[in-house]
């Protein structure tokens, strides 16, 4: 029910499905909410569809919906990345006055954050670059909310957030101030590259169980819900459970099998990676999981491919000696560790994107508002959380104890998938690059050296020596003697 007489507690401008969704998470907490989007017919259809289930005031111009808002006065915008939400920063800070908070809540890239936070401050407007994470279900019901900007905005921002926020099983909701300006969105950026990653290994054991081990969906759907009772417990395994068991209604074949296997991508997975390429961070399951999607997409190549390269020789299930159950029980291992890996990498770019740009970002506390809400939440966050509260300054989450110890029970059913997996000529791109990041990782000795001898060779781009201090050149092209640099 609107009212003339009240005012809004909190603005939602854009109302798609996310905006719509959010609107009504924070009318069903009790708060009054201001709505407006750019076309109006949006708006009407949403006071008809939802105007009876909580306090909403529309508007219809940016300046009607701001006269609308309780100062100091707090709009969050949920329209498309991009040009877009510059577009209603500006037009809402044209409206709006010192103090006031505008907070995007889209996908924005972090780097856009960081530069509207000081466009907003020179104009005296707090500016609230926010995570959102939990798909349409979340913004409706409790997603995970990941905010960066001033930490003043928090404080105004906080107890709204919290109540909108979902509740991990502890009682703490899902939403902590991550750090100053493009921190929150950094974060959600990242959280949605470990999310290509957790997405792809479970697609990659789903593929070894259908075509390695020549299981149905319905039999592959069993055995997800069955290890979503276990250490892989997480959101993403449970819905892969409900899409394999799920039947077309028009072919009566599984759905998974009529659906296009060619998988899409909106951005952030790739903004993850390009952001990993330039800090010098290896996230490399992330990166192979943007990658097979890319190939997935490839349809022409891959059409003209089919059937028209040499596989070698290929081993059939039944000839790699082990039973169907071990081979399910082994690739579940397979996924667990090559899944670590993931997180493990994503929580190395954080440190780093914390430190490039001063953030001090606290992992701990991150991995606790990744526990509910969001689509990767996961029981094993609580241990990852668990992990980085001992120590803060972990260098590898795979170093943590508890990890180490589950490293220790997983590794050779990882290798042993990893060589029924190319054994078998199946694609597992994620499985087999993490185990060899995991093996470079552990390594004494790596290929590194030859690369610096080459590239002293052909560049004259020096060398360091493991046994003494200085920076070294060999002679390449005259007496082959070395040269002491400094
Ligand atoms: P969309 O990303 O599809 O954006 C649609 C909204 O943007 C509409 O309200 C549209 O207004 C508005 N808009 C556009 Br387009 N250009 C505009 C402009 N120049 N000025 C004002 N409004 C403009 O909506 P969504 O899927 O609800 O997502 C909203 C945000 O949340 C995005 O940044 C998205 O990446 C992010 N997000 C989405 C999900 C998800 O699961 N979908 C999850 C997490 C985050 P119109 O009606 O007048 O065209």
Redesign the pocket.
């Given at each position: 029910m609107s009212s003339e007489s009240n005012l809004a507690q909190i603005g939602v401008?854009?109302?798609?499905?996310?905006?719509s969704n959010l609107a009504r998470n924070f009318a069903s907490r009790g708060h009054t909410v201001a709505v407006y989007?750019?076309?109006t017919e949006?708006t009407t259809r949403f006071m008809e569809d939802f105007g009876e289930t909580g306090n909403f005031l529309p508007a219809e111009t940016i300046e009607e919906f701001v006269s609308r808002l309780e100062r100091p006065r707090r709009a969050i915008i949920?329209?498309?990345?991009g040009?877009?939400?510059d577009?209603?920063i500006n037009q809402l800070a044209d409206a709006m006055d010192d103090g006031d908070v505008i907070i995007d809540?889209?996908?924005?890239l972090f780097t856009d954050t960081i530069r509207r936070e000081k466009e907003m401050a020179q104009r005296n407007r707090h500016f609230v670059g926010a995570g959102?994470?939990?798909?349409?279900e979340g913004?409706l019901r409790g997603p995970a909310i990941m905010p960066g900007g001033p930490k003043e905005s928090w404080e105004s921002l906080g107890p709204l957030l919290e109540s909108i926020a979902a509740v991990a099983p502890d009682g703490t909701p899902c939403v902590d101030h991550i750090g100053p300006d493009g921190s929150g969105h950094y974060v959600k950026m990242v959280h949605n590259g470990i999310e290509y990653a957790d997405m792809q290994v479970i697609g990659e054991a789903y593929q070894l169980l259908r075509f390695g081990a020549g299981l149905e969906p319905a039999e592959i759907a069993e055995i997800f819900a069955e290890w979503n009772k276990g250490d892989l417990d997480s959101y993403l395994i449970e819905i892969t459970a409900e899409v394999l068991r799920q039947v077309d209604a028009e072919t009566g074949k599984p759905l998974v099998d009529v659906i296009l296997d060619a998988a899409g991508q909106?951005g952030t997975g790739r903004w993850t990676v390009k952001q990993a390429l330039d800090l010098g961070v290896p996230t490399t399951a992330i990166g192979e999981a943007v990658f097979a999607r890319a190939l997935s997409s490839s349809l022409d190549q891959r059409k003209a491919a089919q059937g028209n390269l040499p596989s070698g020789t290929l081993a059939g299930f039944e000839e790699l000696g082990i039973s169907r159950e071990d081979f399910i029980e082994r690739v579940r291992k397979a996924l667990y560790a090559s899944k670590l890996v993931a997180y493990a990498q994503g929580f190395d770019e954080i440190r780093a994107g914390s430190e490039e740009y001063g953030w001090d970002i606290d992992r701990g506390r991150l991995a606790t508002i990744w526990r509910e809400g969001c689509i990767i939440r996961a029981a094993f966050l609580d241990r990852i959380k668990e992990a980085y509260d001992k120590d803060p300054a972990l260098t590898s989450l795979l170093l943590d104890p508890y990890f180490h110890t589950e490293l220790s029970d997983l590794v050779d059913a990882w290798r042993d998938v990893v060589i029924y997996a190319t054994r078998q000529g199946l694609p597992a791109p994620v499985f087999t690059s993490s185990l060899a990041y995991y093996d470079s990782l552990r390594a004494e000795r790596l290929p590194a050296a030859i690369i610096q001898s080459q590239r002293d060779f052909f560049g004259a781009h020096t060398y360091q020596r493991v046994d003494k201090e200085g920076t070294f050149h060999t002679e390449w092209s005259g007496d082959r003697s070395e040269t002491k640099l400094n």
């Amino acid at each position: 029910m609107s009212s003339e007489s009240n005012l809004a507690q909190i603005g939602v401008v854009g109302l798609a499905v996310m905006g719509s969704n959010l609107a009504r998470n924070f009318a069903s907490r009790g708060h009054t909410v201001a709505v407006y989007n750019r076309s109006t017919e949006k708006t009407t259809r949403f006071m008809e569809d939802f105007g009876e289930t909580g306090n909403f005031l529309p508007a219809e111009t940016i300046e009607e919906f701001v006269s609308r808002l309780e100062r100091p006065r707090r709009a969050i915008i949920m329209v498309q990345a991009g040009a877009a939400t510059d577009a209603v920063i500006n037009q809402l800070a044209d409206a709006m006055d010192d103090g006031d908070v505008i907070i995007d809540g889209g996908n924005s890239l972090f780097t856009d954050t960081i530069r509207r936070e000081k466009e907003m401050a020179q104009r005296n407007r707090h500016f609230v670059g926010a995570g959102i994470s939990g798909g349409e279900e979340g913004a409706l019901r409790g997603p995970a909310i990941m905010p960066g900007g001033p930490k003043e905005s928090w404080e105004s921002l906080g107890p709204l957030l919290e109540s909108i926020a979902a509740v991990a099983p502890d009682g703490t909701p899902c939403v902590d101030h991550i750090g100053p300006d493009g921190s929150g969105h950094y974060v959600k950026m990242v959280h949605n590259g470990i999310e290509y990653a957790d997405m792809q290994v479970i697609g990659e054991a789903y593929q070894l169980l259908r075509f390695g081990a020549g299981l149905e969906p319905a039999e592959i759907a069993e055995i997800f819900a069955e290890w979503n009772k276990g250490d892989l417990d997480s959101y993403l395994i449970e819905i892969t459970a409900e899409v394999l068991r799920q039947v077309d209604a028009e072919t009566g074949k599984p759905l998974v099998d009529v659906i296009l296997d060619a998988a899409g991508q909106k951005g952030t997975g790739r903004w993850t990676v390009k952001q990993a390429l330039d800090l010098g961070v290896p996230t490399t399951a992330i990166g192979e999981a943007v990658f097979a999607r890319a190939l997935s997409s490839s349809l022409d190549q891959r059409k003209a491919a089919q059937g028209n390269l040499p596989s070698g020789t290929l081993a059939g299930f039944e000839e790699l000696g082990i039973s169907r159950e071990d081979f399910i029980e082994r690739v579940r291992k397979a996924l667990y560790a090559s899944k670590l890996v993931a997180y493990a990498q994503g929580f190395d770019e954080i440190r780093a994107g914390s430190e490039e740009y001063g953030w001090d970002i606290d992992r701990g506390r991150l991995a606790t508002i990744w526990r509910e809400g969001c689509i990767i939440r996961a029981a094993f966050l609580d241990r990852i959380k668990e992990a980085y509260d001992k120590d803060p300054a972990l260098t590898s989450l795979l170093l943590d104890p508890y990890f180490h110890t589950e490293l220790s029970d997983l590794v050779d059913a990882w290798r042993d998938v990893v060589i029924y997996a190319t054994r078998q000529g199946l694609p597992a791109p994620v499985f087999t690059s993490s185990l060899a990041y995991y093996d470079s990782l552990r390594a004494e000795r790596l290929p590194a050296a030859i690369i610096q001898s080459q590239r002293d060779f052909f560049g004259a781009h020096t060398y360091q020596r493991v046994d003494k201090e200085g920076t070294f050149h060999t002679e390449w092209s005259g007496d082959r003697s070395e040269t002491k640099l400094n």
